[in-house]
């Protein structure tokens, strides 16, 4: 039996392209390359009828270690807290105050891309600042 050794985290969004676009200034990602026939993603974000808004966008890991991204519009909004969440690495390795000020410095970077800041959970030691993106999804600097 195989085992998979790839796979992508997709977003339900109403945005597809402004939400990679944050992604991939939060994790220095890339967007794909546009479909076929557009010279870039503000090309095809305004194809649809009427102007309406692509319908996906995608990014990557140039160093092709992390997932894919895939962001997908759809109709309904977000009405409940995610199920699933990303968590950034800040802090990997840090502990207590240092561990802190490495989180903090990373939300600082974040919120002028459109973060924003929810709650810091810090027992002294540990820590992690529940943040959210530009659509209300929940993630976390870690």
Not at 120 to 127: A, E, F, H, K, T
Request: with cysteine.
């Amino acid at each position: 039996m195989s085992s998979i050794k790839q796979f992508q985290v997709t977003f339900d969004c109403a945005e597809p392209v402004r939400l990679a676009r944050f992604w991939c200034t939060v994790l220095g990602y890339e967007l794909v390359p546009p479909p076929k026939g557009f010279t870039d993603w503000d090309a095809f974000d305004g194809s649809g009828p009427s102007g309406e808004h692509a319908s996906w966008c995608a990014c990557v890991d140039p160093s092709e270690g992390g997932p894919r991204l895939y962001f997908q519009r759809v109709p309904e909004g977000k009405v409940a807290k995610n199920r699933v969440h990303l968590d950034v690495r800040a802090g990997t390795g840090l502990v207590g105050e240092e561990r802190l000020a490495a989180l903090e410095a990373e939300c600082a970077r974040l919120v002028p891309h459109g973060a924003v800041r929810d709650r810091l959970l810090y027992d002294g030691v540990d820590s992690c600042i529940v943040m959210r993106d530009i659509e209300g999804n929940e993630f976390c600097v870690d």
